[in-house]
């Protein structure tokens, strides 16, 4: 049974940081494409940021230079660096796995970025 498994979430203030991680069971993670998902209240859950299995990167134009995404397929482990957090950060974070039809899901961790 695949899990993916949120954790490092937290209240931080605004310019603090945070480093988020997904721990992966009952899947090979090196093969998939991994992702990071965010979702504010009333808002639409939208990609933070993606790498690929070959290692390649992306990353919403709100989080570029601030966040970094990364993964250590030996520990089955994805990664989100988050810097220079801005409270526009809140949400709930989710972390995703996708293989072809394949697509697993998180139970998220929640973000809380306030003085």
């Known amino acids: 049974q695949v899990q993916l498994v949120e954790s490092g979430g937290g209240l931080v203030q605004p310019g603090g940081s945070l480093r988020l991680s997904c721990a992966a069971s009952?899947?090979?993670?090196?093969?998939?494409?991994m992702g990071w998902y965010r979702q504010a209240p009333g808002k639409q859950r939208e990609l933070v940021a993606a790498i690929t299995s070959g290692g390649s990167t992306d990353y919403a134009d709100s989080v570029k230079g601030r966040f970094t995404i990364s993964r250590d397929n030996g520990k089955n482990t994805v990664y989100l660096q988050m810097n220079s957090l801005k409270p526009e950060d809140t949400a709930v974070y989710y972390c995703?796995?996708?293989?072809?039809?394949?697509?697993?899901w998180g139970q998220g961790t929640q973000v809380t970025v306030s003085s």
């Open positions: 009952g899947m090979i993670l090196d093969i998939y494409a």
């Open positions: 995703n796995a996708r293989l072809v039809a394949l697509n697993f």
